[in-house]
């Protein structure tokens, strides 16, 4: 997958819309819609595009998008 | 006779009533429309202090019983994760409560969100081993009770509530076949630590409070959210499979579907991965939230009431949460 989509896809799953755009180094935790429910879009997200499941635990140490894409465990190129 | 079928369901809701405008003014930064956006609760009905499972069992049975002979009751089964007493069972004093024969068998079990697929599944098998005619299956949770007054994540979902089933002998199978499952690893994900005598209750525990702001200590209710979804992405597919196996159906022989109804946005995913028609999809969390073993009976009735669901439908009802437990059958309505 294509970085670029994958943030449109991030974009989409977590609603936001507090920034104009995403990249690696985007904080995700301090996202205003990054709320308790976020992480349920991501396990979501994550099985529906990915078709991989991430034990919850796993979620708690998502920082940046780039942590999410090596928690995801796939080369985006 | 060779079969057992669903007769009457009749149900019961508290009168208080929590709304999200409630959960707003009482918690910072929660906003009363992003709840119902997330959740699809609006609001939900919580028993009064003084008000127990077995009370709300009771006024859902009364109003089956003012349908039925009494006399005619011959089997009690309570389901609730919220009992009155460690000791006596519940279905005990409501055998006495309801003014039903003390020739009946009467027995609780214990399950949550899985809880009505396995109350079908033992009045069956009460029904067709000829060991009962007439059983009353009643769900009743007081789920409110074992939640932490600042878990605004868990008092957002849950809602309490009652349903009363009566099932009896008929001449088709109208409860199908049952696929079942369990897996107790995940005990620990949804679950009540201490009250028990593995834990016993700590009248001085502390306050544990979670990243998202929410509150709670062993004594109450804890729910990890994101294992329990990864739980039903996994089981939830593949019972659905199995069920329909087992009763030799396509998902397109079916008319309706109720899941569980755990919140809006799991159910929609569930849906959609398993390729169910939203058309034949029930949801009715709304005004009543997760009421945990009482939410398939609820929306059953309430999709009848509604005119969705018509006598001779075939709808598959799915259950699945704590344990992990989950369990699956078809009905021809």
């Known amino acids: 997958m294509q970085k670029s989509e994958f943030y449109d896809i991030l974009m989409e799953t977590l609603e936001i819309e507090s920034v104009d755009s995403l ?23 994550i099985d529906e595009h990915f078709g991989k499941r991430i034990p919850g635990t796993e979620f708690q140490k998502i920082t940046t998008v780039k942590s999410l894409m090596d928690l995801i465990g796939v080369d985006f190129e | 006779m060779t079969g057992a079928h669903i007769q009457k369901i009749e149900t019961y809701l508290p009168e208080r009533i929590l709304t999200n405008i409630e959960l707003e003014k009482t918690y910072v930064d929660w906003s009363a429309e992003k709840i119902e956006q997330k959740t699809g609760v609006r609001e939900r009905h919580i028993a009064a202090e003084n008000e127990t499972a077995v009370d709300l069992a009771c006024y859902a049975a009364n109003k089956l019983l003012k349908l039925v002979d009494p006399a005619a009751i011959d089997f009690l089964i309570l389901c609730t994760q919220s009992p009155d007493y460690y000791l006596p069972p519940g279905s005990c004093l409501l055998q006495e409560r309801l003014g039903l024969s003390t020739s009946i068998g009467a027995l609780d079990f214990d399950l949550g969100c899985s809880g009505f697929i396995y109350g079908l599944a033992m009045a069956k098998g009460l029904i067709q081993a000829e060991i009962a005619k007439h059983v009353l299956f009643i769900t009743s949770e007081t789920y409110s009770k074992h939640i932490h007054s600042q878990d605004r994540g868990n008092r957002s979902i849950f809602g309490d509530g009652a349903a009363a089933i009566l099932i009896t002998a008929s001449e088709s199978k109208c409860i199908g076949e049952f696929a079942l499952g369990t897996d107790g690893s995940g005990y620990q994900n949804l679950i009540v630590p201490a009250g028990g005598m593995r834990h016993r209750y700590h009248p001085d525990a502390e306050a544990l409070k979670d990243p998202s702001g929410s509150i709670r200590t062993e004594n109450h209710l804890y729910m990890n959210g994101p294992d329990i979804f990864t739980f039903t992405i996994e089981a939830v597919p593949k019972v659905v499979q199995q069920c329909l196996e087992k009763n030799c159906m396509a998902i397109d022989d079916l008319d309706y579907v109720i899941f569980h109804q755990a919140n809006q946005y799991i159910l929609n995913h569930l849906r959609k991965k398993v390729g169910i ?35 001779g439908d075939r709808v598959m009802v799915v259950g699945f949460g704590v344990g992990y437990s989950w369990g699956a059958t078809v009905l021809r309505i």
């Open chain 1, 23 to 45: 990249n690696e180094s985007t904080v995700l935790t301090d996202l205003e819609e990054y709320d308790s429910l976020a992480v349920l879009s991501l396990i979501a997200m």
């Open chain 2, 277 to 311: 028609p939203e058309n034949k999809f029930y949801m009715n969390m709304l005004h009543v939230g997760n009421t945990v073993s009482a939410t398939i009976p609820i929306a059953l009735k309430d999709s009848m009431d509604h005119g969705l669901i018509h006598p």
